[in-house]
């Protein structure tokens, strides 16, 4: 959620961090702040943009070579300048940034108060840093030794970095359940909550694990020590990020642009992994593991937000095809319960950033219960990926825009080429099918080209409803997850409340709310369940809705009932959510810049949310 960037080298630190902090914004935020070292803390902090804090920053001399900065959104206390990040210690000589809750904040609070310290912030973070203080200067401790102390004592999630104005020559950082990346560069550090901020300098990174605390000194030293103060020896990987991912390249807005790479990072996730010629499917991360997948009594699938909207599409995928009992949880729920979990069943989490905190929190449950653990993530070196068994990255890219489009899809390929395999491998479906469904996939790419084409006529159609006040979608079977996928978009980033519905499900309730001020948008592309759909159209019809289909080229009979129709290409029915999905991401993104609404970074959300 928040943002971390710190500098510490040969360089002005300043232009670094706030590059930085810009770099981060994507991740959602309400403030920033940063404080820069030089012989004195000065900082500057401001409720809104980075380009506020800049202003703010403008009159101040912020000349120096150690710096931190921070985006927040807020968790402890309002959105203001005084909540901000960074926080001070009691007697100015701690400056701390902060990723993460703090749970037992209130008890330390309040001993910390017992003996004299007095805070201004309604923040958990400024009582980390009251309580490294209270360490440092009562046992006389080292500035890692402070935080290690403080950091036996708090209970919660943390990537914290933290520099002493006497001594002015190292920085601190650590992690518990939030990410932190070190960047190594010629004479200079970096540490940032992802690389985005780091691929400029240098693509050489450490990943800090849990409870790791890394001390940086200028003169070009590290070490890693864990919470037993053990000596830690770190991998040093090499990031294949370039700089061009993290700009827009001539589009209007990040989710533009990651809307339109799809049939590129569709075709990166199925690269090495599929020849339909020749006959196989290969999902490289399942073969260690392959035979122990296979006879799984279940497969639990554990995710949130869009990843959840996938395992959906993956539950279709995987009982139709392999015959293997699914079942897909909210990670936020699965790890609150008291779930049914055993050696028998594989838990497959699903996360474009491999950081989120709820379903990081229910792998580690499954783990405890003796199930396979296996990882779908976009980020390489994430805390995902490194806590499961065995996994698949999506090779989508850095996906900037908070509202998720190609990781959706990425996902989608990578599970279906799973369920493939396992259906293949299986018996469960014939050869002629898995070839035809294999040449079929193949061709996904070229087809989304194809409905991207469209964009123009999705965008009128967006100005036709772009003042409406709710929405409903409507999908069955395979496109059942896609109606849902579609309503999040158009929440997320346009504000417009919208649901989405099983198709059959509409007589149940949501019927009541249709009216003629109404848009019901129905992916009409089921060969199974046609005369299903078209019943449901005539229902919609019936109480003067505003019908937008999403329908397979050539289709006249559903085109000649709606008010608006989107065709995609034909092709085979379980592939059908990574087609139909395209143009209600394009509806969405073009109805939020309609009315004007921040489409790359929406009101309250987060890119990543790694606290609970």
Aim: overall charge negative; proline content about 3%.
């Amino acid at each position: 959620m928040c943002g971390i960037v710190a500098y510490i080298g040969t360089q002005q630190a300043y232009p670094i961090v706030i590059e930085g902090l810009k770099r981060l914004e994507y991740r959602g935020y309400d403030s920033a702040g940063i404080s820069v070292l030089n012989g004195k803390i000065t900082t500057v902090k401001k409720k809104g943009k980075v380009s506020e804090l800049e202003a703010a920053a403008k009159d101040t001399d912020i000349r120096g070579d150690i710096g931190i900065g921070h985006t927040r959104w807020a968790t402890h206390g309002k959105p203001d300048d005084i909540n901000a990040h960074p926080h001070l210690s009691g007697n100015g000589r701690l400056a701390l940034i902060h990723n993460g809750i703090i749970e037992n904040y209130a008890t330390l609070k309040k001993a910390l108060q017992d003996i004299g310290h007095t805070f201004i912030s309604e923040t958990d973070t400024e009582v980390l840093v009251h309580l490294i203080e209270a360490y440092q200067e009562r046992e006389n401790l080292s500035l890692s030794q402070a935080v290690r102390r403080a950091l036996e004592k708090v209970v919660g999630a943390y990537a914290i970095v933290v520099i002493d104005q006497q001594n002015p020559d190292v920085i601190v950082g650590a992690r518990k359940s939030s990410p932190l990346v070190m960047g190594l560069g010629n004479d200079e550090y970096f540490l940032a909550s992802d690389a985005s901020p780091i691929i400029k300098y240098t693509n050489k990174v450490i990943y800090l694990n849990d409870e790791e605390i890394v001390t940086i000194h200028k003169n070009g030293s590290y070490e890693i020590i864990n919470l037993n103060n053990e000596v830690q020896r770190p991998e040093v990987l090499e990031l294949d990020l370039k700089l061009e991912e993290l700009e827009k390249e001539g589009y209007d807005h990040y989710m533009l642009k990651e809307i339109y790479q799809q049939p590129v990072t569709i075709g990166e996730s199925m690269r090495g992994r599929i020849n339909a010629h020749d006959g196989w499917v290969l999902v490289g991360g399942m073969q260690q593991y392959i035979t122990r997948i296979m006879s799984a009594k279940r497969i639990i699938f554990a995710a949130c937000g869009t990843s959840w909207h996938s395992a959906l599409v993956a539950e279709y995928l995987i009982e139709e095809l392999a015959r293997i009992p699914v079942e897909v949880e909210y990670a936020s729920e699965l790890r609150y319960r008291n779930p049914i979990i055993s050696s028998d069943d594989v838990v497959i989490a699903i996360s474009q950033s491999g950081e989120t905190a709820d379903t990081l929190a229910a792998l580690e449950l499954a783990k405890e219960k003796g199930a396979l653990v296996y990882g779908i993530v976009n980020v390489v070196g994430s805390s995902i990926a490194r806590v499961t068994h065995c996994g698949s990255y999506t090779h989508a890219g850095p996906e900037i825009g908070v509202a998720s489009t190609k990781a959706f899809t990425s996902q989608l390929t990578i599970l279906t080429l799973m369920a493939l395999n396992l259906g293949h491998r299986r018996g469960t479906i014939s050869e002629d099918y898995f070839i035809q469904l294999a040449y079929a996939m193949e061709s996904i790419p070229d087809k989304v080209t194809k409905v991207l084409k469209q964009d123009e006529k999705i965008k009128y159609i967006a100005g036709e409803i772009k003042n409406v006040s709710n929405a409903l979608y409507l999908g069955r079977g395979y496109n059942f997850p896609v109606a849902l996928e579609g309503a999040l978009k158009l929440k997320e980033i346009s504000y417009i409340h919208a649901e989405g519905y099983p198709a059959a499900e509409m007589k149940h309730g949501p019927i009541a709310l249709i009216d003629e001020n109404m848009p019901v948008i129905i992916i009409a592309t089921n060969k199974s369940a046609y005369d299903k759909v078209v019943s449901n159209i005539q229902e919609v019809k019936a109480r003067k809705a505003i019908v937008i289909s999403v329908v397979t080229e050539g289709d006249t009979k559903i085109k000649e009932m709606s008010d608006y129709c989107i065709e995609i290409p034909e092709t085979e029915e379980p592939l059908t959510p990574l087609l139909s999905v395209i143009p209600l991401q394009l509806l969405a993104y073009h109805i939020a810049v309609m009315r004007g609404c921040d489409v790359d970074q929406p009101r309250n959300l987060a890119k990543s949310v790694t606290v609970e």
